[in-house]
């Protein structure tokens, strides 16, 4: 079974709207991370946030937000107030467990954004 | 503060040829890795280090794939010998415990 599914393969959001990717993971572990990168045309990647399986508070970094629904295991990105330079591959991933086992990510198959003006 | 910096950031190369690519992890951080990330199989993990020592190396495809980490500064992923399926962007990361992982620019291979 796929750990973290992203559904979106692609989208588009007018500039100045919010956009919503869905993420999905699946884990029998207590503990684990869950994380959002955003890769641009450029090819980097680039962590955006943050939120582990115990933070009651919704993860947010600026126009990122995390929306964690942890009994339907899933932590959607919202993207609020759309910027030309949104568009770009977008991937949650997720670290299970503690110690050496905790140290890997496995990342989802991505959701790819383009932000139209 | 410099980021995690690869090098090169395009390698093109013939079949049967050794490929080596080179990672300096950022300063301070204990653990690295390398993943790789093609259109067919996306982000896949090939190897990680903590503290320079291999920890898990399950996703290395075959043995034409090998890493070291001779210092906490410096790490190769090595193909020898080359094969056209192992054209790709490979990733090196870093982090400390507990912390985010940082990517390198990635080295776009091609391997001819």
């Known amino acids: 079974a796929q750990k973290i599914t992203q559904t979106q393969p692609g989208m588009f959001v007018q500039e100045k709207e919010a956009v919503t990717l869905d993420c999905t993971y699946d884990?029998?572990?207590?503990?684990?991370?869950l994380f959002w990168y955003k890769q641009p045309s450029s090819g980097e990647m680039i962590f955006l946030i943050y939120?582990?399986?115990?933070?009651?508070q919704n993860a947010t970094e600026g126009r990122y937000s995390l929306n964690f629904q942890k009994a339907r295991k899933s932590a959607n990105l919202v993207i609020s107030a759309s910027q030309l330079g949104d568009s770009a591959m977008y991937f949650c991933?997720?670290?299970?467990?503690?110690?050496?086992?905790?140290?890997?990510?496995?990342f989802g198959g991505g959701t790819r954004v383009l932000v139209k003006p | 503060d410099a980021g995690v910096i690869q090098s090169p950031r395009h390698e093109v190369t013939e079949m049967g040829q050794e490929v080596t690519l080179r990672c300096k992890p950022i300063?301070?951080?204990?653990?690295l890795f390398w993943y790789r990330q093609t259109m067919m199989r996306g982000l896949e993990l090939l190897i990680y280090?903590?503290?320079?020592?291999?920890?898990?190396d399950s996703g290395m495809p075959e043995d034409r794939f090998s890493a070291k980490m001779p210092n906490a500064s410096f790490s190769t992923l090595k193909i020898q010998p080359s094969e056209p399926r192992d054209s790709a962007v490979y990733f090196c990361?870093?982090?400390?415990?507990?912390?985010?992982?940082?990517f390198g620019n990635g080295t776009r291979l091609t391997v001819t």
């Open positions: 884990t029998s572990d207590q503990s684990y991370g």
């Open positions: 280090f903590n503290n320079n020592v291999p920890i898990d």
């Open positions: 990361a870093s982090r400390r415990y507990n912390s985010p992982l940082h």
């Open positions: 939120q582990g399986s115990y933070d009651e």
């Open positions: 991933a997720m670290r299970e467990g503690r110690g050496a086992a905790g140290n890997k990510l496995t």
């Open positions: 300063s301070g951080h204990d653990y």
